[in-house]
């Protein structure tokens, strides 16, 4: 109880840094919406010819936007400030995110999503930079370490929201966009620049970016790894309504129902990433990877409900490991004067991920015959992947000590 005593108390502007978090959650929000009211849309489009793949890119649409705007976001982010960016952002957020409801046809949905996504570049940019901004390290831990319990919570609110929406309107869950408006006049109120950036001035801040070389070389490796990472995180948040579908479950209210309680999980994925603090990027990277796709395995060979709901819960607390772990590495990795368009080049990656996943799921449905089959290879390849990167790791470390024994 100290320590947590403790915790609270070592906290620093803490009207920005929950506006932050909340903020942080918006991109995420986007998607998480929409899983519930996926299969709906599908059957109110059922006559188009393309429509169980058109709606689950309408889903992800914003990815495609973020992935190929977030560098240029990054950019701008830098040489105008965080703030002001942000306010513009969070308005427009609420603007394209509301416009499907007013809209029927399923090009012009996908046209206001791409909109939205250039708004959601804006804002993960931004608040990830403020973070860097506002705290340092331990700070900077501390609300990551909030944003990602507070993420469960934001999560199952949506999701409990957005059943019941979607059984009243097909497209009732966008009006759920509109909180976007009072998190704007939260943001208005309490959001100020960093202090270091004021004081720097344009100039001097153009200046500083162009004295320090940008890590080319260790973002192409940040921006890889989390492209996978991304495309395998998404796979149930986008395309998780279809594989309850295939145990019988066709009700968005019951769809949100069993995934409620399993959400709440990403909390402990929160505290397994406090207690990995003090590891490496590569322990914290191989964790999340095995505990995420192995949670996706088990959904993908689940043969009742009941085992569907166990891999979600375990792949859950994967989900809550795995954004503040690719986060905090980017985070470390560049400097002060790069860290919005590093974070812009991490949001390229992260989003693209998002845009491909249920593509690829797609494509692998095709394959294996039912989505079962699509969540059971993601998965494998997800485990392999963080076995393979914790044994090379651990490899890695025992040479290293091996040799420093040497020497002496």
């Not at 976001?73 to 416009?99: E, I, M, P, S």
């Not at 006049?185 to 001035?201: C, I, S």
């Not at 309680?261 to 994925?269: C, D, N, R, Y």
Request: aromatic content about 12%; glycine content about 10%.
């Amino acid at each position: 109880m100290k320590s947590v005593i403790a915790f609270f108390k070592r906290l620093e502007q803490i009207p920005q840094g929950l506006i932050i978090v909340i903020s942080a959650f918006l991109p995420l929000f986007a998607i998480v919406s929409m899983f519930p009211a996926l299969p709906s849309i599908i059957d109110h489009f059922k006559d188009h010819p393309n429509a169980r793949e058109l709606v689950p890119l309408i889903v992800s649409a914003p990815g495609l936007t973020i992935a190929l705007t977030a560098s240029f976001a990054g950019v701008l982010v830098d040489k105008y400030g965080r703030v002001r960016l942000l306010l513009w952002a969070t308005c427009l957020y609420g603007v394209f995110g509301v416009a499907p409801f007013f809209l029927t046809d399923i090009y012009a949905m996908f046209a206001s999503r791409l909109l939205l996504g250039f708004a959601e570049a804006i804002i993960i940019t931004a608040v990830n930079t403020l973070i860097a901004d506002y705290w340092e390290d331990e700070g900077r831990r501390d609300w990551l370490f909030l944003q990602g319990l507070a993420g469960p919570f934001l999560g199952a609110i949506v999701i409990r929201t957005a059943g019941p929406a979607t059984e009243i309107q097909w497209n009732g869950v966008f009006l759920i966009y509109s909180v976007a408006f009072v998190i704007f006049l939260l943001m208005l109120k309490y959001l100020k620049e960093p202090a270091r950036q004021v004081k720097a001035g344009v100039a001097s801040a153009v200046e500083a970016v162009n004295k320090v070389p940008f890590p080319t070389a260790t973002m192409a490796a940040i921006g890889a790894v989390t492209l996978l990472s991304s495309a395998l995180y998404y796979v149930f948040i986008i395309s998780g309504g279809l594989v309850f579908r295939e145990l019988g479950i066709n009700e968005p209210s019951r769809i949100s129902e069993l995934s409620a309680i399993p959400s709440l999980f990403v909390m402990v994925g929160a505290f397994l990433f406090r207690l990995l603090g003090g590891k490496s990027n590569a322990i914290q990277i191989g964790s999340f990877l095995v505990v995420l796709c192995g949670g996706l395995l088990i959904m993908g060979t689940a043969n009742s409900v009941e085992m569907l709901v166990l891999g979600l819960v375990i792949q859950q607390t994967g989900a809550g490991m795995s954004v503040p772990s690719l986060i905090a590495w980017t985070q470390t990795k560049v400097p002060a004067q790069h860290r919005g368009r590093g974070m812009g080049v991490w949001a390229s990656c992260f989003f693209f991920g998002q845009f491909s996943s249920p593509w690829l799921v797609a494509r692998i449905e095709s394959i294996t015959g039912s989505v079962h089959g699509a969540f059971a290879v993601a998965g494998g390849i997800g485990l392999a992947a963080g076995c393979i990167g914790l044994l090379l790791h651990f490899k890695s470390d025992s040479g290293s000590k091996t040799a420093s024994a040497g020497q002496h």
